[in-house]
């Protein structure tokens, strides 16, 4: 857990290191980022559900043959 953390930090230092070189606000940015991952693991979630719902309707379709 260590080395993941350690890599977390290194990569959070980095992107302000580069808002900082570009004048942009790093808690901005930090917002943008932390949206994106929750927009990705809700698609993720979404696709998630949707199998499962799939695998429902076949299993109760069988059922019913």
């Known amino acids: 857990m260590d080395n993941i953390d350690q890599i ?5 230092d980095e992107l302000n290191s580069i808002c900082e070189k ?3 606000d790093f808690k901005s ?9 929750l927009k990705k ?8 559900h949707q199998t499962i ?5 076949k299993a109760l379709g069988n059922e019913n043959k």
């Open 8 to 12: 977390k930090k290194k990569h959070i």
């Open 22 to 24: 570009n004048g942009v």
């Open 29 to 37: 940015m930090d917002k943008l980022v932390q949206s994106e991952r």
């Open 41 to 48: 693991l809700q698609k993720r979630n979404h696709y998630i």
């Open 53 to 57: 719902d799939s695998e429902i309707e």
